[in-house]
């Protein structure tokens, strides 16, 4: 995986010090856009368990389907018995990430409580 590697020792005129890192080209396309997934630790830090646990979740997904209430309960772990309570605090931890510009939006549907969300479009940088 690591072809190379070398530590650059400050100068006088540079306290600058760092590792250099050669990487296998192989190995570089593990983290291109469409391969590797990297989160916001600066929104992730400030977010409640729940919501954490939706940006985790739907960090991977570029074009999330719907899920039911009661597969989200059963998919985080959650301790809240009721799935009345559960949904919601969903709601309140959805708009959250809609509030931080992480989700565009998400849709609750009341018929088969099911809960849709749009992922924000980020930007892939192009080579």
Known sequence: MI???KWHE???DSTLRF???????EIITLFGPSSYTRLDWNLRLKLPP??????????????PYPYSVAKLHEL??????ELRKFRYKLK???QLLVDRAFLASYDYD???DTVGVVRT???IPQR
């Open 3 to 5: 072809r190379s590697f």
């Open 76 to 81: 985080c772990g959650s301790e809240i018995v």
């Open 110 to 112: 009341t018929r088969t």
């Open 121 to 123: 479009r980020v930007a």
């Open 50 to 63: 729940l919501a954490k646990w939706l940006q985790t979740f739907y960090h991977s997904h570029a074009e």
């Open 19 to 25: 590792w250099e890192i050669y990487l296998e080209r």
């Open 92 to 94: 309140l931890a959805l």
């Open 10 to 12: 400050g100068t006088e």
